[in-house]
């Protein structure tokens, strides 16, 4: 490697780091709003909300990689373009073909990287996220623990909450229970706690009354009490889920044991989309890179920049996007069609090659002085 190459290579990382960071950041903030208001408001602490938001970032990191890789390559080929840089290294007798090689290397160790995430870290952390979504359906005191609000913790049960205590005493609390139509009860207590054993959660009123109406014979009940205990158990979603979340599923058990997957109600066309689909993702980092580079090199030297083939760049990337995200479906369908997950990185590579070599040839270049003069 040249210490051109060095340093152009150097540029290239340095940029994808910055928008890297840069778009995580602004995707995590937009996503982290609603995330927070649905788990501080649902009753559960701020580790909680870290955590999911750390189990989430793997599949924000790969949804802006390519962004990224393609934003570095089209900021640093533009940059170094301003900078005359490019222009000495054609007058030297470099070929675009030649400078073209730190952006290639760029594009494969951001596909290595992004491999490594599609393929081992994003499953995994996609199997942790649902098993602590489960873990916190589950969670009957951060379900119930929630003051000023009516809550339906289980079809047929509304709870309210006046106002929680330091010490934890839930004071002016209202119950119904319409689990059975026939017989609906309403419980109304000054206090009660939330206490767990090893049975579950128990709700222990205090200076109460309960209400109990029987539908049949259309008669209205009521009875006072000192204390009384309910069990709270029952509000918590404790059904498991039997299918797997195939997106959390190893790349090594799709590999490998996908006819089991079939027996959890999968078809093969996801199967195949979903396993293909994760070294797609490697393949689309390379492509991007080439074809930010590739477009912005048939440009000439201006001191204004390059932005109309930024532009025609930014519209290949749009393009390429739209082709993959269109796909997927065809594959779902027709499983033998996985090739086709591909080929917008087979395009956006081929793409790239023929600008390089249009970009390369004397012909054209002549054509685009005199064209400019």
Request: aromatic letters at 12%; glycine letters at 8%; proline letters at 3%.
């Amino acid at each position: 490697m040249s210490r051109f190459d060095g340093y152009f290579l150097r540029q290239l990382l340095t940029f994808f780091g910055f928008f890297t960071l840069v778009l995580v950041g602004v995707f995590w903030i937009s996503r982290s709003v609603s995330l927070f208001d649905k788990l501080i408001g649902g009753g559960q602490s701020a580790m909680v909300f870290l955590e999911f938001t750390a189990l989430a970032l793997p599949t924000l990191i790969r949804t802006v990689m390519p962004m990224a890789a393609f934003g570095a390559a089209v900021y640093a080929t533009n940059r170094l373009n301003q900078e005359s840089e490019l222009t000495v290294m054609l007058a030297t007798g470099s070929s675009p073909a030649r400078l073209a090689r730190p952006v290639v290397l760029f594009g494969l160790i951001v596909g290595l990287m992004m491999g490594l995430i599609t393929t081992v870290v994003r499953p995994a952390s996609l199997q942790q996220l649902d098993l602590r979504e489960t873990d916190v359906a589950r969670d009957v005191t951060a379900q119930l623990l929630n003051e000023g609000n009516f809550m339906h913790p289980a079809p047929g049960v509304t709870f309210y909450i006046g106002r929680i205590d330091y010490d934890g005493t839930l004071n002016d609390v209202f119950l119904s229970d319409r689990r059975d139509p026939e017989k609906p009860v309403t419980y109304v207590g000054a206090q009660a706690f939330l206490v767990r054993n090893d049975e579950g959660a128990n709700l222990v009123m205090l200076d109460g009354m309960a209400i109990r109406h029987d539908a049949r014979e259309n008669t209205l009940s009521t009875g006072l009490f000192e204390d009384f205990s309910f069990n709270a158990s029952g509000f918590a979603n404790t059904d498991q889920e039997i299918r797997r979340n195939i997106r959390a599923v190893s790349t090594w058990q799709l590999i490998l044991y996908g006819d089991r997957l079939k027996t959890e109600g999968y078809s093969q066309g996801a199967i195949v989309e979903e396993l293909h689909e994760r070294f797609s993702w490697t393949a689309i980092c390379l492509a991007v890179a080439m074809v930010g580079f590739s477009v912005l090199m048939m440009g000439g030297f201006s001191r204004f920049g390059l932005w109309p083939q930024v532009v025609v760049a930014f519209v290949i990337l749009i393009a390429l996007e739209g082709l993959r995200g269109s796909v997927g479906a065809a594959v779902l369908q027709n499983p033998s069609m996985w090739w086709a997950l591909y080929m917008p990185s087979v395009l956006g590579i081929g793409l790239s090659l023929v600008f390089l070599r249009f970009a390369g040839r004397p012909l054209w270049r002549r054509l685009r002085r005199s064209s400019a003069a």
